[in-house]
């Protein structure tokens, strides 16, 4: 079964540094979709960065990017230059061919002044 | 601006009474989506729907129901026989040429609705 696990329930960042939120997931597909998303406290899902499986070059968004290492099964999010907006919960998630969105349960940042 | 909407963002409810939740999409997606979060956890789906009437149920279905009579609304109707209603609930659309043909289309959130049940 397809699976996200996300082991970090709480971080912190002091500002204008930068951090890595852990994703491992579990599959047996070769082909396969990764996604990260921020839940600032208002509620709203943003979308954050996508990793496709066969994608060679690492994800990159801005001050986003994704160390994808397929051997291992992982997918962490780095955040680079912390910002006190950037506190928020992120959650990975993944997607294969015909079927739904599998969610982690999600990190918690806190980024300190 | 193109995006999706639910209303209202909170939402109070006796036990015993059904309540629909409301969501609009203008961004001409196929597939909509209904989540349930409950505090500190994941996401978990409720229903979803490919195409104009037609939607199946996902993981926690029981309890719960849904229509989908028009391309841009997906309501979802929280009924009596819901054990634990009370939840953060998140509508989605993400835009799909044809059922799985890519898995690399995010999927668009709206603001939520926060349903309380006593």
């Known amino acids: 079964a397809q699976k996200i696990t996300q082991t970090q329930p709480g971080m912190f960042v002091q500002e204008k540094e930068a951090v890595t939120l852990d994703c491992t997931y579990d599959?047996?597909?070769?082909?396969?979709?990764l996604f990260w998303y921020k839940q600032p406290s208002s509620g709203e899902m943003i979308f954050l960065i996508y990793?496709?499986?066969?994608?060679?070059q690492n994800a990159t968004e801005g001050r986003y990017s994704l160390n994808f290492q397929k051997a291992r099964k992982s997918a962490n999010l780095v955040i680079s230059a912390s910002q006190l907006g950037d506190s928020a919960m992120y959650f990975c998630?993944?997607?294969?061919?015909?079927?739904?969105?599998?969610f982690g349960p999600g990190t918690r940042l806190s980024v300190l002044p | 601006d193109g995006g999706i909407t639910q209303s209202p963002k909170y939402l109070f409810r006796k036990e015993g009474q059904n309540v629909t939740l409301s969501c609009e999409q203008n961004?001409?997606?196929?597939?909509m989506y209904w989540y349930r979060q409950d505090p500190g956890q994941g996401l978990r789906l409720i229903y979803y729907?490919?195409?104009?009437?037609?939607?199946q149920k996902g993981d926690i279905a029981e309890g719960y129901s849904v229509s989908r009579e028009k391309k841009e609304s997906f309501p979802l109707t929280v009924t009596s026989a819901q054990k634990n209603p009370t939840a953060f609930y998140l509508c989605?659309?993400?835009?799909?040429?044809?059922?799985?043909?890519?898995?690399?289309?995010?999927?668009?959130f709206g603001p939520g609705t926060r349903l309380t049940v006593t």
């Open positions: 961004l001409n997606h196929d597939a």
């Open positions: 729907s490919q195409i104009v009437n037609d939607f």
């Open positions: 998630a993944m997607r294969h061919y015909g079927q739904n969105f599998v």
């Open positions: 990793q496709g499986s066969y994608d060679e």
């Open positions: 989605a659309s993400s835009e799909e040429t044809e059922w799985g043909a890519a898995i690399s289309y995010e999927q668009y």
């Open positions: 599959t047996s597909d070769q082909s396969y979709g």
